[in-house]
């Protein structure tokens, strides 16, 4: 079944909790919430004061990316603040590091993610791979919303679903950047079963049409 998480980053923050409102109706899966640190990429977002409004705001299942250092830091605090998934990066810190945030995320009681950027190896998911609920791969470079989707990714999706099936079937494959209705069908072809879509959706003037447009393209 294919997923769309609309990604937070392009919606109007001024009014987060009517925005996601509207997306819930419109048919999103998931909420994609962006969180950058400025230091992991050149962009600070929101954190979890934010999430923690968002929160009691919806029942839509909350999927945080942390682009941030040093996630081990703050996996515990996201959780409690109400993600439901909490995704790391591998670049973030050393693997010991990495699994043990992994480690935190579950046992709060809540699904766990590794994310790679770009420039990552596909391979760089092995040590995480029995453990995780998703992996994440990114078809941008991750800092800011509204790029370009990088083709040359796919090969890196079909390897990580072949991963996937072989090791940890349950395993999400997540896509993020780029993605809307003419990327889409390159990804699902690909692998990928969750598809983030920031400005695809926000910017659009229905967004259950646009949604609909990316699960059904
Ligand atoms: C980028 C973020 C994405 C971003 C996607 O660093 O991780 O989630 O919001 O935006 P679009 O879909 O516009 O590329
Ligand atoms: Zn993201």
Same mark, same amino acid.
């Given at each position: 079944m294919i997923k769309i998480a609309p990604s937070?980053? *392009?919606? #109007?923050f001024a009014s987060l909790g009517a925005e996601v409102e509207d997306i819930r109706r419109g048919g999103a899966d998931y909420v994609h919430f962006d969180v950058m640190? +400025?230091?992991?990429?050149?962009n600070i977002s929101i954190g979890i004061p934010v999430l923690k409004s968002l929160r009691k705001a919806t029942d839509l299942f909350i999927d945080a990316h942390l682009m941030i250092v040093e996630p081990v830091r703050y996996a515990r605090a996201f959780c409690q603040a109400g993600a439901d998934l909490v995704n790391c990066h591998? @670049?973030?810190? *050393?693997a010991e590091n990495i699994l043990a945030a992994l480690d935190q995320i579950k046992s709060c009681g809540k699904k766990a993610g590794v994310t790679l950027k770009p +420039?990552? #190896?596909?391979?760089?998911?092995e040590p995480y791979l029995d453990l995780v609920d998703l992996v994440l791969i990114m078809t941008? @470079?991750?800092?800011? +919303? +509204?790029q370009s989707f990088m083709h040359d990714m796919l090969p890196k999706i079909e390897t990580v679903r072949e991963l996937i099936d072989k090791r940890n079937p349950g395993c999400e494959l997540e896509v993020d950047g780029g993605i809307d209705p003419v990327t889409a069908p390159l990804v699902k072809r690909a692998g990928a079963n969750v598809l983030v879509a920031g400005s695809a959706v926000?910017?659009?003037?229905d967004r259950a049409e646009a949604i609909a447009a990316i699960r059904n393209s």
């Open positions: 937070i980053l *392009s919606a #109007d640190d +400025g230091r992991f990429v050149p591998v @670049e973030a810190d *050393s +420039g990552t #190896d596909a391979m760089a998911v941008v @470079e991750p800092g800011f +919303g +509204g926000f910017k659009a003037k």
